[in-house]
């Protein structure tokens, strides 16, 4: 079952510009995680952020949730081609007790030209 | 350095057979997941073990089997019943499975093919 919902499924920008990417969930959490994931490579976790936090910063990355839309928003600012990946969104679950499993959107593939 | 060490990094499958893909972690974390990542498409969880000597199914477990006899290894076995076994294949572990609010540190993964 996946819960997150990642738009745009694909983005291209240049180098220097801005990059938002949006996420939407159905039920409930707890948190709400974002991760990048290189071509061939596994996921990497960016930022989490706790479903009583509103905004959150890390770098250039800028993170917001809004609970009452159940959606979230991750900004990129200065985009680098570096940055060129698949970035998800990841929402907490309970299976038969586990806290710590996630439910992952299908991502957004963000492509930055030099 | 402490991470996720995930082997082969390439692996095929005749038709009939089993295959087994390793998944070591020398994070000291109790919890370990393994998904499946189709092209296009978001991470889906096939199991997971919240401690040694335990593990649950996840979305999709058919075809596939693991073990967790120790805590720095969680192999999975893709079996002959899965008749779709062409992905890529991430471990993941996180601290603990009792508490909220934690990232998953992942692998590499692996790539089965089908021969």
Known sequence: SQQ?????????????????????????INNLQWYRQNSGRGLVHLILIRSNEREKHSGRLRVTLDTSKKSSSLLITASRAA???????????????????????????????? | ????????????????????????????????????????????LIYYSQIVNDFQKGDIAEGYSVSREKKES??????????????????????????????QHFGDGTRLSIL
Not at chain 1, 5 to 18: H, K, T, V, Y
Request: include cysteine; glycine fraction near 10%.
């Open chain 2, 74 to 103: 969680f192999p999975l076995t893709v079996t002959s019943a899965q008749k779709n076994p062409t992905a890529f294949y991430l471990c993941a572990s996180s601290y603990s499975a009792t508490i909220h609010n934690q990232p």
């Open chain 2, 1 to 44: 350095d402490g991470g996720i060490t995930q082997s082969p990094k390439y692996l095929f499958r005749k038709e009939g057979q089993n295959v087994t893909l390793s998944c070591e972690q020398n994070l000291n974390h109790d919890a370990m997941y393994w998904y499946r990542q189709d092209p296009g498409q978001g991470l889906r």
């Open chain 1, 83 to 114: 940055d060129t990946a698949s970035y998800f969104c990841a929402t907490d679950a309970s299976y038969g007790g586990s806290q710590g499993n996630l439910i992952f959107g299908k991502g957004t593939k963000l492509s930055v030209k030099p």
């Open chain 1, 4 to 28: 997150g919902e990642e738009d745009p499924q694909a983005l291209s920008i240049q180098e220097g510009e801005n990059a938002t990417m949006n996420c939407s969930y159905k039920t409930s």
